[in-house]
């Protein structure tokens, strides 16, 4: 199956500095990735839609100056947190898709202290 | 705008013993698509099983199956002989391809364990 993988796993931070997480299909193009985020025990919360080559599409709520998307070839796509604090903690998830399918990354935890 | 509603929080099977987890949907799109996906503590998120709105049968994945009924707008899946390493979190959600791009949206998930 298509496989994404995801760096880094986890990250800690000091507040106030930024952070990028970078999310990669191995072995298929993707034209279209996706940014998710999760509260514990909460549900996937869609953040962005990445494509490749033009502007991420927010979701309404999510700041762009703050959750910066970089969709700057067809198998990498970050997501880089600026100036974090510790309310940006959480469960940060992103996938790809190929044809009508999402592959998922194994997520990313970041800790803001 | 699309929902999907799971209204079982956690639910309860005894290993061997199959399971339905609910899932009901509501959209105006004729064209989407319903998904399953695994979530284990580790937090990844497992593909499990896909079924098409046009599609006429209902999708089999080895334990995995989907009771799709159209007319209800549910899309139930259903876990045959449970095992210990089915314990987990499960998602199911929709894409449709009005937006262009597939979003998935996710119900809120049920939380699955199986007993010994």
């Known amino acids: 199956g298509a496989v994404v993988s995801q760096h880094p796993s986890r990250v800690i931070c000091k507040s106030g500095t930024s952070v990028k997480i970078e999310c990669r299909s191995l072995?298929?193009?993707?034209?279209?990735m996706f940014w998710y985020r999760q509260f514990p025990k909460k549900s996937l919360m869609l953040m962005a839609t990445?494509?490749?080559?033009?502007?991420?599409?927010?979701e309404q709520g999510v700041e762009k100056d703050k959750f910066l998307i970089n969709h700057a070839s067809l198998t990498l796509s970050t997501l880089t947190v600026t100036s974090a604090h510790p309310e940006d903690s959480s469960f940060y998830i992103c996938?790809?898709?190929?044809?009508?399918?999402?592959?998922f990354g194994p997520g990313t935890r970041l800790t803001v202290t | 705008a699309q929902k999907i509603t799971q209204t079982q929080p956690g639910m309860f099977v005894q290993e061997k013993e199959a399971v339905t987890l609910d899932c009901t949907y509501d959209t105006s799109d004729p064209s989407y698509g319903l998904f399953w996906y695994k979530q284990p503590s580790s937090g990844e998120m497992i593909f499990l099983i896909y079924?098409?709105?046009?599609?006429?049968q209902n999708a089999t994945e080895g334990r995995y199956s989907l009771n799709f009924q159209k007319a209800r707008k549910s899309a139930n899946l259903v876990i045959s002989a449970s095992q210990l390493g089915d314990s987990a979190m499960y998602f199911c959600a929709m894409a449709y391809s009005g937006a262009g791009s597939y979003q998935l949206t996710f119900g809120k998930g049920t939380k699955l364990s199986v007993i010994p």
């Open positions: 079924q098409g709105s046009y599609d006429q």
């Open positions: 072995d298929f193009q993707a034209t279209t």
């Open positions: 990445s494509n490749e080559g033009s502007k991420a599409t927010y």
């Open positions: 996938s790809a898709r190929l044809r009508y399918e999402q592959y």
